[in-house]
């Protein structure tokens, strides 16, 4: 299997655009999460998803972040208007089933918003 | 609330064993997961602690005691390429999990 894969791997767009982050979990994973990296804050968890439903959006910082997962193998991360403090590292994850200990995580996406 | 504490750096000599601690005050602990992040990469999965004791996965071992709120992560005979970073986990409930601020750990040759 090819991973999670992710595009693009890097955005750079202007404040006030919107960015659509994408993702294709490993074949056969039930979750899908979307994590958001940054120096200040760390490594946090946005939303996660349990065969296509969202299941805790409790971290998505407001309502210009939205989160899709129209079939198994595509999730998009929607942006809308970009920010600057929107930039960091965009990870998207997929675990195998419920009680699975190891998220395998996609490469990242690195957004900057100038 | 919840909170992570890790150590923000350490460094070691090569062969060495060195150990990255992780205490937690988190509302809901199901269980302590183990990534390293090398510069520029995604985090990979090292290991998980659902029950109080040692985990030991090659060169690398995992530690939990859940009366403490303490686990920690033990590398041994360290290598050049294990110089990165590393997060501890907890797992709150289902599948959320909530990362610590990682450990830059630099192995010296």
């Known amino acids: 299997d090819a991973g999670v894969i992710q595009s693009p791997r890097h955005e750079v767009t202007e404040m006030g655009q919107e960015v659509t982050l994408r993702c294709k979990p490993i074949?056969?994973?039930?979750?899908l999460f979307w994590y958001r990296q940054t120096m200040m804050r760390g490594l946090e968890l946005l939303i996660y998803f349990n065969n296509n439903v969202p299941i805790d959006d409790s971290g998505m910082p407001e309502d210009r972040f939205s989160a899709k997962m129209p079939n198994a193998s595509f999730s998009t991360l929607k942006i809308q208007p970009s920010e600057p403090r929107d930039s960091a590292v965009y990870f998207c994850?997929?675990?195998?089933?419920?009680?699975?200990?190891?998220?395998?995580f996609g490469p990242g996406t690195r957004l900057t918003v100038l | 609330g919840q909170s992570l504490e890790q150590p923000s750096e350490v460094t070691a000599v090569e062969g060495a064993i060195v150990q990255i601690n992780c205490t937690y005050q988190?509302?809901?602990?199901?269980?302590l997961s183990w990534y390293q992040q090398h510069d520029g990469g995604a985090p990979t999965f090292l290991s998980y602690?659902?029950?109080?004791g040692l985990e030991e996965t090659g060169r690398f071992s995992s530690f939990l005691s859940r009366s403490d709120s303490y686990g920690y992560l033990l590398l041994q005979e360290l290598q050049m390429k294990d110089s990165a970073s590393y997060f501890c986990?907890?797992?709150?409930?289902?599948?959320?999990?909530?990362f610590g601020p990682g450990t830059r750990l630099s192995v010296l040759p």
């Open positions: 988190t509302s809901g602990f199901y269980g």
């Open positions: 602690n659902g029950l109080d």
């Open positions: 986990a907890v797992r709150k409930g289902g599948q959320n999990f909530v």
């Open positions: 074949s056969g994973h039930d979750y």
């Open positions: 994850a997929s675990s195998f089933r419920a009680g699975a200990n190891e998220q395998f």
